[in-house]
């Protein structure tokens, strides 16, 4: 495996509404998402990229970024999965929206077999457990974490790729993007304690 794991997230037009309201805080806004890089930039040409053993196709238009999470609560929290929601307006004034989710599982790969070892499967269930961080602690980047043969299987950053984006009309590349990591706080056992909900949004240009 290369020293970054890579997703392709494709985008699949479709509609939303959204609903704003007020609620007293709670225990998932103690957990910071952050993007990197802040305002990616949008590329409008096709590209094949390395994911490891294998060649992906990227359409444009798309663009590249990280995640990492700053987990400031009490709880740790286990990702199990990430939700892109994009949007934008061309020129006419027309919205155009769609939604993407990646599961960890898409990264799975299998070590091929040689003279002298068997293959050996790389599964992915999560994006990996994140436990409290004191104060001024760095944020933890999302991974690839194996959920066996943890020692030769990657555990690589991944760089996420959001492809086939919805037509904003020449030359405009201002979408906004709602990214929403999606799992749960854990107890001392590892079980599901509290639901998360976390997200922010963030531009490209």
């Known amino acids: 495996m290369t020293s970054s794991a890579l997703v392709r997230l494709v985008i699949v037009t479709t ?14 806004q103690d957990v910071g998402v952050e993007v990197t890089p ?8 096709d590209t094949t990229v390395s ?24 709880d740790p929290i286990l990702i199990i999965n990430l939700k892109a929601e994009a949007s934008i307006t061309n020129g006419t004034g027309q919205t155009a929206t769609g939604e993407s989710t990646f599961d960890p599982s898409l990264s799975n790969y299998t070590i091929e077999a040689t003279a002298t070892e068997e293959a050996i499967p790389c599964t992915y269930n999560s994006f990996g457990l994140f436990p409290p961080r004191a104060g001024d602690a760095a944020a933890e980047p999302i991974r690839m974490v194996p959920s066996e043969n ?25 979408y906004s993007i709602k990214l929403s990591p999606i799992g749960y706080f854990v107890n001392a056992q590892n079980e599901p304690a509290d639901r998360f909900e976390r997200s922010i949004t963030f531009r490209t240009q």
């Open 150 to 174: 943890a020692d030769v299987c990657s555990a690589a950053v991944i760089d996420f790729y959001l492809d086939g984006l919805p037509d904003g009309g020449e030359g405009n590349y201002r």
């Open 15 to 28: 509609i939303f509404g959204f609903s704003i309201g007020c609620s007293k805080k709670t225990k998932s």
């Open 38 to 45: 802040s305002k990616p930039i949008v590329f409008n040409a």
């Open 51 to 74: 994911a490891g053993q294998n060649q992906i196709d990227v359409s444009a238009p798309w663009f590249k970024f990280s995640v990492k999470i700053n987990n400031q609560s009490t």
